[in-house]
């Protein structure tokens, strides 16, 4: 069992940046692929990003590539999501999500098996 509790987010004016945080307990993250979804009102749940467990390869939806980018340090068993140039289009509740898988990437929300409570962006213009 994966625990998994977000953080980071919060209120920003438009062309600004946050971190996102996602502090795993309960197991390693290391073995796990690590994706970050959003959901925005009246929404169903969007990808955002994902990272292979060994860090090694990463994919980004086409609305956050190049502002976007997901990251992870083992040693602190914690994921990452650093988002620049944000938009008001962004503003969502943001999710950090696991799920062991043997090679790939996952952007499915139904493909993962852990998922964090999520933080709140908010970004105005």
């Known amino acids: 069992q994966v625990r998994l509790v977000e953080s980071g987010g919060g209120l920003v004016q438009a062309g600004g940046s946050l971190r996102l945080s996602c502090a795993a307990s309960?197991?390693?993250?290391?073995?796990?692929?690590v994706g970050w979804f959003r959901q925005a009102p009246g929404k169903g749940r969007e990808f955002v990003a994902t990272?292979?467990?060994?860090?090694?390869?990463?994919y980004y939806a086409d609305s956050v590539k190049r502002r976007f980018t997901i990251s992870r340090d083992n040693p602190k068993n914690t994921a990452y999501l650093q988002m620049t140039s944000l938009k008001p289009e962004d503003t969502a509740v943001y999710y950090c999500?696991?799920?062991?898988?043997?090679?790939?990437?996952?952007?499915?929300?139904?493909?993962?098996?852990?998922w964090g409570q999520g933080t709140q962006v908010t970004v105005s213009s």
């Open positions: 999500a696991a799920v062991l898988l043997a090679a790939g990437w996952a952007t499915r929300h139904y493909e993962y098996d852990y």
């Open positions: 990272m292979t467990a060994s860090g090694g390869s990463t």
């Open positions: 309960g197991r390693t993250l290391n073995s796990y692929n």
